[in-house]
């Protein structure tokens, strides 16, 4: 489920508030909610179990940047990149980087998803994938979740029939970016961490596969290493 958020004030202000940080929203670009700050968290404590002197992490579907900025913001030597399709989210992930001083470390790619990173010599060598993709499928933004697309751009909800096409085209592309030993983290919609995680095991790159829950009990992060041959 997507968070209830005033919506209408955060564009009306400009500004939105994530894991401590003060950061521009604008219309096109999807307000960043509550509930991906567990993402944000998991990324954080992975990073710490890694003890990668100087982490590598993509930031995939970054929308407003807001996952990219924190992880930039809380480890300061890691090295960052942030993806995502539409113009109005690349600018206003730019614009996030440039106020929270991390131009020198993120750098923000605009493309269909891993296809941004054509000709950078990435494969392989990245420690951390996060993505907090669309999860809501097709039928339920004509129905129940229609209210969601009055303000926000339907880009940042619409995930084909099942609400799992993006996660799944990031599981076999992160494969080949991540380093062995690298974690991919998704957030998922309520009752997706089922599928969400049959899918990733079904791909044979990735093993220690599981959730974190919210203080709910709701699984709404799932975690991956990759394997040697991913």
Partial sequence: ??????????????RTDFMGLKLVVAPGVLVPRPETELLGSTALNVLRELKRPVPRVV???????????????KVPTARVWASDLTDSCVETTCRNVAHLGLAGR?????????????????????????????YISEKRLENDRAHLMELEPREAFAAGPYGLSIHMRVIKEAQHYLRQGGMLLFEVGL???????????????YESIRTVANKAGEARVVCARAKASA
């Fill in 106 to 134: 993120i750098s923000v790619l605009q493309g269909d998803l891993f296809n941004s990173f054509s000709g950078l010599e990435l494969e392989g060598t990245i420690d951390l994938v996060v993505c907090n993709p669309p």
């Fill in 59 to 73: 930031d995939m579907c970054c929308g407003a940047g807001n996952l990219a900025c924190a992880i930039g913001y």
């Fill in 191 to 205: 009752g997706q961490d089922r599928q969400v995680m049959s899918l990733v095991e079904r791909s044979k790159a």
């Fill in 1 to 14: 489920m997507i968070g209830e958020i005033d919506v209408a004030s955060a564009y009306s202000t400009g």
